[in-house]
């Protein structure tokens, strides 16, 4: 049974960072386009990032372009997403997606 597991959540001011991890494992990793999705309160779940299998294509939302950097590790199937310049806005919980497969979700909270 596949698993996707997040960390790297928490609290940062304006400005901050964080990276968040998403550790895969019950199928092939390497098989899988991998996406980070977020859920803001009273909001609809939406992309935020996506990977492509081998790591070459990537796509962001406009809202984080130039901010987020999505990556991933196939030998430890582990997908990763790099957060700076943080804003209020990008206060949410953030989702580990591979198809059918879905993180528990992980807070990030920007607030002054």
């Known amino acids: 049974q596949g698993q996707l597991v997040e960390s790297g959540g928490g609290s940062v001011q304006p400005g901050g960072s964080l990276t968040l991890t998403c550790a895969a494992s019950?199928?092939?990793?390497?098989?899988?386009?991998m996406c980070w999705y977020r859920q803001a309160p009273g909001k609809e779940r939406e992309l935020v990032a996506r990977?492509?299998?081998?790591?070459?294509?990537?796509y962001y939302d406009d809202s984080v372009k130039g901010r987020f950097t999505i990556s991933r590790d196939n030998a430890e199937n582990t997908v990763y997403l790099q957060m700076k310049s943080l804003k209020p806005e990008d206060t949410a919980v953030y989702y580990c997606?591979?198809?059918?497969?879905w993180g528990q979700g992980t807070q990030v909270t920007v607030s002054s």
């Open positions: 019950g199928f092939t990793f390497t098989n899988y386009v």
């Open positions: 997606n591979a198809q059918k497969y």
């Open positions: 990977i492509g299998r081998s790591g070459d294509i990537t």
